[in-house]
């Protein structure tokens, strides 16, 4: 079992959709919860950065941290085409600078 | 936000050579670098953390003499992959920690022909 699972997409929405995107993970020690967006052939951007558990919400954009059930999500509100790309969660533990990532969710917003 | 710069962008080399990435935070001062890799469609798998003034440590796996890490400040890291082969054809990221949050560099994409 990977320890951060993501499922790989690709997910294809209308524009104006809600999207979610979620990962689990099986080690309760991770402490960090990260989202970023990774456009074709560029680095990944941070868009969420969340610690433990609860919600953040950064304009069109709530990340939702659930420890007990090690499930993170990652809503996108009124999605835009602009917002096609894929998404990674990436998780570390206290003390530690190693993230663990998942594989990606490819995310198709159509116009 | 923080901002990290990568050089080249691509590059185009011939198998045997050597290939020296760059990798620059602009606007802040990282004691912590990363190197990624990442194969198209897949995640990014880390080769290596790089701290300034000290030795790398590497993964699992990968080869420390084939991907030379040097951190000779705490702007700059770099990535020297050595005699390249066809399989180090890759998309090679990095990034720096700012307060346990990695910002990554826009990427390199490596062809060894």
């Known amino acids: 079992q990977k320890e951060v699972e993501q499922d790989p997409g690709p997910l294809s929405v209308p ?29 990944p951007e941070l868009l969420m950065y969340t610690y433990s558990s609860g919600n953040k919400e950064d304009g069109r954009f709530t990340a939702q941290v659930d420890k007990s059930s090690k499930y993170i999500s990652l809503f996108i509100r009124d999605s835009q085409p602009s917002d096609s790309a ?26 | 936000g923080a901002v990290v710069s990568q050089h080249p962008s691509w590059v185009i080399c011939k198998s045997g050579t050597s290939v020296k990435i760059e990798c620059r935070s602009l606007d802040f001062q990282a004691t ?73 560099g826009p990427g390199t994409r490596l062809l060894v022909l």
């Open chain 1, 15 to 43: 524009e104006g959709a809600i999207v979610s995107l979620n990962c689990t993970y099986s080690n309760s020690a991770f402490q960090y919860f990260m989202w970023y967006r990774q456009y074709s052939r560029k680095g």
């Open chain 2, 32 to 104: 912590t670098m990363f190197w990624y890799r990442q194969f198209p469609k897949q995640s990014l798998m880390l080769m290596a953390t790089s701290n300034e003034g000290s030795k790398a440590t590497y993964e699992q796996g990968v080869e420390k003499d084939k991907f030379l890490i040097n951190h000779a400040s705490l702007t700059l890291s770099t990535l020297t992959v050595t005699s390249a082969h066809p399989e180090d054809s890759s998309f090679y990221i990095c990034s720096a920690d700012i307060e346990e949050t990695q910002y990554f």
């Open chain 1, 86 to 111: 894929t998404y990674l969660c990436a998780m570390s533990a206290s003390g530690t600078y190693k993230y663990i990532f998942g594989t990606g969710t490819r995310l198709k917003v159509l116009a």
